[in-house]
């Protein structure tokens, strides 16, 4: 009799453990999904600020650089071209380049930016008048490269 009652009070011990490793398994679960949204509203609101940035140069074309009040945080996979500033400036999708010297972005040949991994970095945008007749108005986008003032 004595040998079922301990094995009634190990038996237990082990409910116990499992119990407690299913409780710690779901906070985990919360936590990473707590992060996971956080950082997506984060990328979120870097590619809204990165759109507002390049809206204030459009609107300012005189060779004034806008600079992110902070560094704004790109996931792998985002990207911008030249054709979703169209969409969102109103100005043809040739008049926008892009540039970066940062690991973990891709610019092909000035008309897109497609990052390869996380990125956190100030963005620099400025627009300018140019006496090309299909672009009368022309824009660099810049991810943590400094752009100088003045036209070019």
């Known amino acids: 009799m004595k040998f079922?009652?301990?094995n009634k009070g190990q038996a237990g011990a082990v409910f116990q453990l499992m119990v407690?490793?299913?409780?710690?398994?779901?906070?985990l679960a919360i936590i990473?999904?707590?992060?996971?949204?956080?950082?997506?509203?984060r990328g979120q609101i870097s590619k809204q600020q990165m759109y507002e940035i390049t809206g204030y140069a459009v609107n300012s074309p005189t060779g004034k650089v806008f600079v992110s009040d902070k560094d704004l945080f790109f996931s792998n996979g985002d990207g911008f071209t030249a054709k979703t500033m169209e969409s969102a400036t109103s100005k043809p999708a040739e008049c926008f380049t892009f540039e970066s010297n940062l690991a973990g972005t891709d610019?092909?040949?000035?008309?897109?930016?497609?990052f390869t991994s996380a990125v956190e970095a100030k963005i620099y945008a400025k627009?300018?008048?140019?006496?090309?007749p299909t672009c009368i108005q022309k824009c660099r986008i810049s991810v943590g490269k400094p752009l100088p003032e003045g036209e070019n």
């Open 4 to 6: 079922l009652i301990e």
């Open 20 to 27: 407690d490793a299913i409780i710690s398994l779901a906070i």
């Open 32 to 41: 990473v999904y707590t992060l996971t949204y956080f950082n997506g509203l």
């Open 107 to 114: 610019v092909g040949a000035g008309s897109y930016l497609k």
């Open 127 to 132: 627009c300018w008048l140019a006496a090309d």
